[in-house]
């Protein structure tokens, strides 16, 4: 074959006007027409700068100096803008909820042909034809508040294949997703380009989600080189994802403990192709040498859920007839789509809003009288989005806050101050300003300045949504330091990963009801919760079954009990 | 979603008011609200508060969604009349040259019928405009107006700033409140046991962290924007501007009418924007 490549890098360096050091160093690489091509790398490593050359991002918004050359559709960026640009790459962002710039998906379809000037009736025409590519053509006039996450992933798909684009590019596609539209979307852009072949760019980290489907070619990115290019196979049995702290899919982490040699032939680079069967043995073995862990005795109960029902309106009940209890010391996930009522759950914990039937219980005692502000001091919440919370200049006072509010003297507010900041590892920053913390530190400041008030049970919302798996590691493994403690901990994730890992419980909530209770093995492996409640089966079950292993969800528990001893938890 | 963040929504509902092109609607409420505001006639302004309330039962709005707007609306009416009788409490007196005591009060605030009439007017006049205000809103879907909005030669750019603003306005009331109830929960007094100096400076604290996270969300957006080619050229077209039927022809006929009689009334009958029935 002799194709002309159709994205072509060239001895390409980029550096930010406000760095000191270039992003992008050296960048060669050709990509063909037609070709999928899926760029990982670590948050910072410079994959999603080299997204925002390829679409014009940079320099169009960002300023910066570039060398070298970077071709696309043979010609030069450089004589290009953004808008030209446009016409042949499609650029799909994380968060489909920020991208929706328009009211009803059927203007959010035709807003570049809007910007193009298309006349209406034409414009009606093409959005109709698009939409039924992706099969949105019912849902033209619904507001994004009306749509589900795999839905606004249609809509905003639709809205770059509108311009008959050659390349599509994803920036992160399955950021904010849950685990089951993570997975559709995958096969979205699987179904869709494989049908108008396209060249598809994806850029993610979460590398075992996006191998669902096949890709061409993997390109690795670290402190911005490019460390490997080549194909899902060989990536998967290179050390490179270990050396640049990428996370291997589950399922080889389970074969590397078996002892089973990672090489292309067992073909790991999927789990549709690894050759389970050969590996069968060794994970028999591996699964019977396994010791369950100790009993543990059982703990007082800190915090008792009974019949609690909510609506919001009166009429609708988002939360219906829960219960359920916490342990001391315990560590349990809250999990279910979005808009199961998992938010609404802990607002009603932490007193944002008051429960229409059934109590909360502290200790045996009922909380319903306490305030918001009282509450506070038994149960800690903390938002997603660090921004969210951060309202002070300096980590001290920021993390001084509450204890400033409560009127506690200010020299017994410094010694609380430096010991929690000292726990969560900022006590070298304690004169910073917060604007020079990276986003984990800011992370961690907010976590610090809920600490400090000493609640027994901290609840956190997605503490690790968008975080690559260092930052990951780095935040889970501080969250059990802080359980360690003897603070009860909460976990509100869509990470499948996560609950596999750090926590033994899980709580599912689906359409407002308490649909699960149980061990997370249990839960990730048990079809009928995995459809309700929007979740994703663990490659663990699947490589269990591929291989013949008669008790699948003995084998993801083993893997979690091993691992659970490995890393001394 | 909760009702509290619905106070600006717009929703789809079948009615002959919202069928109107966002053009037609936006020049019926300049034409309708000129003809209140020009006149001080308190026949004319009835009249026109009579068809406001006729075009609300037709748009099919319930009062359970304007309850707040309307509560807000008559504290700030009944304030503005109160002020400005203290303020000028002869004010009608001067306007109509007649001066008929109904209440005599101390100093200089006798109750006049001249100043009971300019203040009744001019209450009227405000509680006929408004309705027009919520029934344009609440009927109009906001890319919609924003195409309107350029039609009328207003810039692309800032008709859409317009209509952004409605998309993600609930988007920040969301916001607003999660970010509201984080920090009540690490002790910040919102309610009236604080002072009002210390509720403004606890505000900032709700504030700060909202426009950090706002600017996260503009830059997305506008990143989302600029890839999708707007403002590459001078003008645009809307996929939700309608073409103008028969109906709003009618709509804005009868709002021209309208206009010129109450124009008419004031130039032909009265001789002045007020009536005077003094004289």
């Known amino acids: 074959m002799d194709l002309q490549p159709i994205i072509e890098f060239k001895d390409f360096s980029f550096q930010y006007y406000s760095q000191v050091e270039p992003t992008l160093y050296n960048i060669n690489l050709s990509i063909l027409p037609g070709e999928k091509i899926l760029i990982v790398g670590p948050s910072g490593s410079g994959k999603s700068t080299l997204g925002n050359c390829i679409n014009g991002l940079i320099p169009f918004a960002y300023d910066g100096e570039i060398t070298g050359e970077l071709l696309i559709n043979h010609a030069s960026t450089q004589d290009k803008n953004i808008f030209e640009l446009s016409k042949c790459i499609g650029t799909v962002l994380q968060d489909s909820d920020a991208q929706f710039v328009s009211l009803t998906a059927g203007e959010d379809i035709a807003f570049s042909l809007e910007n193009d000037n298309v006349p209406n009736a034409e414009m009606h025409e093409q959005v109709k034809k698009v939409s039924r590519m992706v099969d949105m053509q019912n849902w033209l006039t619904s507001s994004p508040f009306e749509l589900s996450g795999g839905q606004k992933q249609r809509t905003t798909l639709a809205g770059v294949l509108v311009n008959d684009v050659d390349i599509l590019l994803f920036d992160e596609p399955l950021a904010n997703l849950d685990p089951a539209t993570g997975k559709t979307a995958i096969e979205i852009i699987e179904e869709i380009c494989s049908s108008v072949n396209k060249t598809i760019i994806i850029i993610e980290h979460r590398l075992e989600d996006v191998l669902h489907r096949f890709v061409d070619r993997i390109i690795v990115i670290n402190e911005g080189r490019i460390i490997a290019n080549t194909n899902a196979h060989a990536l998967v049995s290179s050390n490179i994802l270990t050396k640049t702290g990428i996370r291997e899919p589950l399922y080889v982490t389970a074969l590397k403990y078996a002892g089973v040699p990672i090489t292309e032939s067992i073909q790991p680079g999927y789990i549709i192709s690894v050759k389970a069967h050969q590996c069968k043995d060794a994970l028999t073995t591996w699964q019977a040498s396994i010791q369950p862990p100790q009993v543990q005795e059982e703990k007082p109960t800190v915090l008792k859920v009974e019949n609690l029902t909510f609506s919001y309106d009166g009429i609708r009940n988002v939360l219906e007839e829960i219960n359920f209890e ?57 938002l997603q989005n660090p921004n969210q919370m951060i309202s002070k200049n300096l980590i001290f006072d920021e993390v001084a806050l509450g204890l400033r509010f409560r009127k506690v003297p200010e020299e017994e507010i410094i010694p609380r101050v430096e010991k929690v900041l000292d726990i969560c590892g900022l006590a070298p920053f304690i004169e910073w300003p917060i604007s020079a913390l990276s986003y984990g530190q800011r992370k961690r400041v907010t976590i610090a300045s809920i600490l400090v008030m000493g609640p027994e049970i901290l609840i956190l919302d997605e503490p690790t949504a968008g975080q690559d798996y260092r930052h990951y590691t780095e935040i889970m493994e501080f969250l059990v330091e802080i359980n360690k403690m003897g603070v009860t901990i909460m976990l509100i994730t869509h990470d499948m990963h996560l609950m596999l890992e750090y926590t033994p419980r899980a709580l599912v909530l689906a359409d407002g009801h308490l649909i699960a209770d149980a061990p997370a093995s249990s839960v990730l492996t048990d079809l009928q919760i995995i459809q309700k409640a929007n979740l994703k089966e663990t490659s663990l079950y699947h490589l269990a079954q591929m291989a013949d292993i008669p008790d699948s969800t003995g084998f993801v528990q083993g893997f979690i009990n091993y691992e659970r001893k490995l890393k001394n938890r | 979603m909760n009702a509290k963040t619905k106070l600006f929504s717009y929703d789809i509902v079948d009615s002959p008011i919202h069928s109107l092109s966002g053009l037609t609607k936006l020049i019926c409420f300049l034409l309708l609200t000129f003809a209140v505001m020009y006149s001080y006639d308190i026949r004319v302004i009835l009249a026109v508060m009579l068809f406001a309330a006729l075009i609300m039962k037709l748009s099919k709005i319930k009062f359970s969604q304007i309850k707040l707007m309307v509560l807000y609306v008559l504290i700030f009416v009944l304030t503005n009349a109160v002020i400005s009788f203290l303020f000028a409490p002869e004010m009608g007196v001067e306007i109509y040259g007649t001066r008929t005591v109904v209440i005599d009060l101390p100093g200089k605030f006798d109750i006049t019928a001249e100043q009971l009439l300019y203040s009744t007017t001019k209450l009227f006049k405000y509680t006929s405009v408004i309705p027009f205000g919520i029934i344009f809103l609440l009927t109009t879907n906001p890319s919609e107006f924003a195409s309107s909005l350029n039609r009328i030669r207003v810039h692309y750019k800032i008709a859409y700033a317009v209509a952004l603003t409605l998309r993600y306005f609930p988007d920040v009331q969301r916001d607003y409140h999660d970010i509201s109830q984080a920090q009540q929960a690490r002790g910040l007094e919102l309610s009236r046991k604080a002072s009002l100096f210390n509720r403004i400076k606890n505000g900032l604290l709700i504030i700060i962290p909202l426009i950090f996270s706002s600017l996260d969300r503009i830059e997305t957006i506008s990143n989302a924007m600029d890839l999708r080619g707007f403002g590459k050229s001078n003008t645009r077209t809307w996929y939700t501007s309608r073409k103008m039927k028969s109906n709003d022809y009618v709509a804005i006929f009868i709002s021209a009418l309208i206009f010129i009689a109450t124009a008419s009334v004031s130039i032909f009958i009265n001789k002045s924007r007020f009536y005077n029935p003094f004289i």
């Open chain 1, 326 to 382: 916490l342990k001391e010391g315990e560590m349990v996930s809250l999990i279910g789509k979005n808009g199961s009522g998992k938010s609404t759950l802990s607002k009603l914990i932490c007193g944002f809003e008051k429960p229409g039937q059934g109590t909360i219980s502290y200790r045996g005692n009922d909380i319903r009288d306490k305030s918001i502000k009282e509450r506070a001091e038994i149960i800690g919440v903390v």
